[in-house]
């Protein structure tokens, strides 16, 4: 699964809830959102509906953190933050939306943190994050780019900082840091707030040593910022801020440990505990400011010891496993201060206490003094993870609770309470070709289920439920304990039998199970402990440790079980800690061990002998060599990567040599041998994406010890690709064509025209040559008899003759050859056109019931079913949809790696009498409250995979019409012609395209008032951010989806809408100055000329890849807005400014874009067309493709801004990179970025030239005769043509020329322009095929216009103009000549046969001229076109004149007479 694809997942919880061990606790400022960390890395938001009754709600669960989550803190300012920042033990930094559940981005740095304070500077919306953790400095980091902004560091005693405090003192323009270390050293330090702006380090302004050691927190007073409180494990102090000196100091009570505390009060603070209680002391007076006896260590009695006058206990009191997490909250509502304390445990309970105000904490006073003892108070609220999900009715489903039901014969019971006897999930695997699922379970089973029925048994409703025995299920029994693990070596690599499954278990042993006959084939019993992992070793082993698998025990013994000697090779039980990981080293036959304490043992796999063992720095070396060698092995580790990472083959050579192993000899040998040889010819291969599967299943718990959940992830892009494949498979290469799929033979008809060797030249030349070489030999012949010196020099001649003659029929055999097995090679290969320019996985071979159920599961769970009742019963009854049995929990996959997942237990819930059933409102208005990203993510999967199945002749998922239409798919060989079918099936047909065209329609363009219509004020809209970076997707179907939904909304927003994105955008737009785009020396009009070297070869760099460079988030960022402010610019202008500039006078004509912005877009989308490739901005990528398609949507709106040559250049020049056709728009499966790029610059340049006839022809004209100003002068300037952008882009040109004189609309303006048509022409097609054939019948379209006539006999071409000229094109003597004709246009013209004669007619003129031309005495001198007869003609009828298609014509009927042919009818003849 590519992360960076289209993926939807969706979570089986099962019935019991994940733990959920609380290590941090913040409550957002707008009061309703609560976060909370864990010490697995998992973090949990819960909605709060209001602070009164302090109900909670789990709502999403965010994985992003591979360890303790230590701080949670806010990245944005005021109470509409919804952007938070955590941190964790081992230095991961996520930044989340807590509305959208979506990680914005996530780092991992090299500081651990323990403390993160947000300060807002104030009177500004600037947030700054204060760290400090185990390193000497305190941090100042921007929350968005996770950056270190500046330091604090320490002049005297510097050591890491335990806790800080960050303020701004009254009266005062500058901020403090008090920080304490963990030695005890207060240090002080001013901030100006021009920090930002200077790199050097800032030192502190004050410090001192007090005895205060390993302090836990720091808090300064902020009702007279005067005294602090410092919180240690065994005590707290409070000091005075001026000189800190200690006030008061208390110890902690016995078997507890305080862990912090709060200033509740100036005389009051709030300290707790370990325990999970808190306490309210009041303090002394010589810690209150106000009083007289403050700092008076002379103070005794009552008035200098603190009263503890309340506690805050929990309602139940439990033992806690760890520290539970406090966070003390106040805030103002309703013109009142309100104190709280939170606190989160080990279970995931959240409990909080209500602070006492101070008349309550006085009563409190008077009454611990009356007494003697604290009074004791209790939680306000009290929620937990598990007690929310016991609220669930029904429960969430896990993925075997209707087999555990069918196997223990139990009707299933909505309550969850007696699911105690089904064993727990353990383990998984997925077998995705097989589209099955393994289970492992505690009681040592194992079981293997069919993924789709299973998972459509639990969460759709259907005829299924019905059957007793489905699906049907496989039960391997042979552990004695519970399954740990599972392998299934094929999914890693297939060299491994297809058949074999591995599983571990708490029992000792590795067993080996045949997955087709259930049986058990061998059990390995190798290990001394519980079997806890197993590793596929990576490619580049011994064929030997190729079939082995490795397994690693509880009791730290690693093993190498060989799967076909059935035997153990190599046992490594030396290891004296846990074993944490293993590493390869393939080419030097070494296995790495890595031990929890650092260190790492090395063996060889071959002769099991401990080569060595490696800690500290040394072990630090080797992983980081092993990890930047590993090339995408597969695995645990990876094999190693290039030939520059590759250990030196002497020292493996010596090694294999001192351990008499026999394989690493024969490596370091061959890898010797290698490095002579040097590296092989690199031919450019398109690397294929890691093979996709359209549903993967993948475990998931929060904790070891929980039951296994599973989360589904659809990878839409997979399902569209494997839909497709099957369609186009079943096709032959003519339905292909005809369909509209492929245009290969338009393309080569017109790609002939423009080569040299075409097949009947090459048997001429052929023919030749053989001649030449015939009469060579007959002549070495002769000379045999002649005298010495004669013969010696004939011998010579000929042989230098024979010879040249031999090489240039090779070469022309060879080119020949070329191209037959070009022309052979396209037509057979059309149906598998993605073998060499696609991304169909060949490996994928699932069935295609399996694929059909995937997209069935996935269209049902996305379906929003109740939003239009006769819409819902077509999707049942028509295309085979299924209603869900209950909320679906969805997830969210981020691309800056984290992910987050909806909880069972957020289902808001809103009275609705048309939808009475929490799924019925979950389906209909739930689902699309639940996040902007979901909301988008699934309405461009569904819309996606609906095209798809139209696409596919109309595909459903009822068994019976597929069945049927199946049969008819192969007996039409995919044509699917149902001309000579029956009408039902026609008809049925028929309703579920419109069928799927509804659905689309639904969520495309009607979703949002429909979800308004039922009541939903929180409905969350699309992200138009989304919509616009795949705008030009690598999935042709996800893109069209893109764009559909992206104009809906752009749409829906209306003009104001529209205006006010731009203006919101129009910042990011990037300003590259006029002209925006500067040529380098070698380039001409914005192409390589190719002068001094052919073009370079191009950047294949995968689309996916490309990412902004990681150490830069800023520049990142920017990249991203500037990727997002320019498209969405370009489709505002291109699909809705451009249509209100046709129609000035439409209502609310008020354009989105001003001309500044017009102009500024024009500029950014010119030159990213035109930015040679670089690592900034690579050759084909789909920000380039976008503006390619956005350049020629839009043209008429950018030209005045655009430099039209160099745009046109830039366009063919990407439109003949690709180095084999490229099929149509219509073909949906993925290119390669080259051919993608191709297909989207050829469709822009159809689009500009449609648009813009005239401004293309003129254009490419004139870039013409600079080309061929240039060639004349070729040898002068000493440059190379043949790569020029006009010389590779001939069969481009041609076929946009064909278009555009095929269209109606545009063949006036082509007639004003025929002259700078034929020079295209005839720069187009090679003048050999003008020897044999005339300009009409070579390029057919010419026929259309009767100014233009060809004779053959004398290789001259007529052109008849606008302003009553006649261009005369001599082909022979490369030349043209402009000879005065008539008054009027010229409407046609005609040589006779043997071309002496030419008759030209004007029809505005009403003249009819002959003209003769004669040349010198054998042909010579330079050839005079006279005219030698005139005739008046009647006037051409009106209608004639209004319609430009039907023109008059002029035919000779002999060579001294021609006719005059009217479109009425008329003849009209005359004599020259």
Known sequence: ???????????????????????????????????????????????????????????????????????????????????????????????????????????????????????????????????????????????????????????????????????????????????????????????????????????????????????????????????????????????????????????????????????????????????????????????????????????????????????????????????????????????????????????????????????????????????????????????????????????????????????????????????????????????????????????????????????????????????????????????????????????????????????????????????????????????????????????????????????????????????????????????????????????????????????????????????????????????????????GGAGGGGAGGGEANLANPALGLLRGIRHRNLAAIKMATQRGINKLQGPGDKEYQYQEKVRAFPLVVDGFRTNQADPEGHILFFDVEALIVQLLTEEYTVMSPGTMEVQGLTNQAEYERIRALTKVNSPDAAKKIAGFLNKVKDTADSRLQAGITASPETQKKLTGIMSKVKEGAEKAKEELEKAKREFEDRMHEDMSDKGSITEENGLRPSSLQLEINLTLEIGQLLLSLLHAWGLDKDLDKVALTKLGLLKPRFPVSFGLVSGAGGMSLVLPTWNPRRDNPNLPTLVEYFTAVGHWELSHTITTHHLLSLISVTNTLTSVSNASFVPEQERKRKLVRQATHGAMDVGNLDISFSKQQEHIKQGWSLLSTLHCVLLHDKVKQLGSARHKRIQVEILAIKWQDRCLQVRLASQELLVAELKNMGPTGRKHLVEIWSPYVPKFGDPPFQTSHNLINGTNTGASSPPPEPQHIDEEDERPDEDDPSAAAAKRNQTTAVILCGVIGALFDLELEKDEKKEGGIPALDTVMTRLTAKALMYLVLSPASEQLPAHTPLRRAALDLIGRGFVLWEPHLEVSKVLLGLLDMASEADKWVPSQKYALPLTPVADCCRTARHALSSIAKARAGVFITSIAKEIARYNTLASNQQTLNVNLNHHVLSRSKAEVLHVLETLINLDTTISEIKDLLTDVIDIILHCVDHNHLKQKPLQEVFPPVQTFHQVSHCLATRRIAVGTKSGSMVMYELRASKVQTIPAHQAAITALSFNTDGKNLVTYSAPENKLSFWQTSTGMFGLGQAVTRCTKSYNTTPVPLVVKWNPLRTPRLVWVSNKTVTLLLPDGTETRFNC
């Open 1 to 631: 699964m590519a992360s960076s694809n289209l993926v939807v997942p969706v979570v089986m919880w099962g019935r019991d809830a994940p733990s959920h061990c609380i290590s941090s606790v913040y409550l957002m400022r707008d009061q309703r959102t609560l976060v909370t960390g864990s010490q697995d890395g998992q973090i949990i938001i819960w909605a709060l509906d209001n602070t009164d009754t302090w109900k909670l709600n789990p709502r999403h669960m965010l994985i992003g953190h591979t360890s303790l989550v230590r701080c949670i803190a806010k990245a944005s300012p005021g109470t509409d933050c919804h952007h938070i920042v955590s941190s964790s033990d081992n230095g991961e930094m996520s930044l989340w939306d807590t509305v959208d559940g979506q990680c914005i981005d996530s780092k991992k740095l090299n500081f651990i943190h323990t403390n993160i304070q947000a300060y807002r500077v104030p009177d500004s919306s600037v947030v700054k994050l204060f760290c400090c953790g185990f390193y000497e400095e305190v941090l100042v980091m921007d929350p968005y780019s996770l950056t270190v902004t500046f330091t604090l560091n320490s002049r005297i005693n510097p050591d890491w900082i335990a806790s800080f405090h960050v303020l701004r003192p009254r009266n005062r323009q500058d901020d403090v840091v008090l920080a304490l270390t963990t030695s005890g050293t207060v240090k002080v330090w001013t901030l100006s707030g021009e920090e930002d702006k200077s790199s050097n380090n800032i030192l502190e302004n004050e410090s001192k040593q007090i005895r205060c050691l390993n302090a836990l927190s720091m808090t300064c007073c902020v009702y007279n910022m005067r005294t602090v409180l410092v919180v240690c494990a065994t005590y707290w102090n409070v000091y005075d801020a001026g000189d800190f000196t200690c006030l008061l100091s208390v110890p902690c009570r016995r078997g507890e440990r305080w862990i912090g505390g709060e200033f509740i009060a100036a005389d009051r603070i709030c300290c707790w505990s370990d325990t999970g209680h808190g306490y309210l002391y009041k303090l002394p007076t010589n810690c209150i400011v106000e009083s007289k006896d403050f700092h008076n260590k002379t103070v005794d009695g009552q008035a200098g010891r603190p009263r503890l006058f309340c506690v805050l206990k929990p309602e139940v009191e439990e033992n806690l496993s760890c520290p539970p997490a406090f966070k003390y909250m106040i805030f103002n509502k309703e013109g009142r201060w309100w104190k709280y304390l939170l606190r989160g445990d080990n279970k995931g309970a959240i409990s909080v206490w209500r602070i006492p105000d101070t008349a309550e904490c006085a009563a409190l006073q008077l009454k611990a003094e009356k007494d003697g003892t604290a009074d004791s108070l209790y939680p306000v609220a009290t929620h937990s993870v598990k007690k929310s999900w016991k609220s669930i009715i029904p429960p969430p489903v896990g993925i075997l609770d209707q087999l555990d039901q069918n196997m223990n014969q139990q009707p299933p019971d909505l309550s969850g309470d007696d699911d105690e006897n089904s064993p727990a999930l353990t383990s998984h695997i997925f077998l995705p070709v097989q589209c099955r699922l393994v289970l492992g379970r505690e009681d040592g089973s194992i079981v293997l289920v069919p993924a789709t029925q299973t998972i459509m048994m639990h969460l759709l409703r259907g005829k299924h439920h019905k059957y007793t025995s489905w699906p049907q299920h496989q039960l391997l029994l042979g552990h004695t304990g519970r399954v740990n693990c599972l392998l299934y070596p094929n999914n890693e690599n297939p060299r491994y039998d297809v058949a074999h499954l591995i599983s571990g278990g708490i029992d000792f042993s590795v067993c080996l199970w045949d997955i087709y006959t259930g049986s058990l084939i061998h059990r390995f019993s190798s290990h001394g402990g519980e079997v806890l992992r197993l590793y596929v070793p990576p490619p580049g082993v011994s064929h030997r440790v190729g079939y082995c698998v490795c397994g690693v025990a509880s009791d730290h013994s690693v093993t190498l079980l060989s799967l076909k000697e059935r035997r153990c090779i190599l046992l490594a039980s030396r290891q004296l800690f846990p074993v944490t990981s293993i590493k390869w080293k393939p080419l030097d036959d070494f296995m790495l061990v890595c031990c929890s304490d650092g260190s790492i043992y090395i063996w060889q796999m071959e002769t099991g002998h401990l080569d060595r063992v490696v800690s500290g720095m040394a072990a630090q070396d080797i992983l980081e060599a092993c990890d930047e060698g590993s090339g």
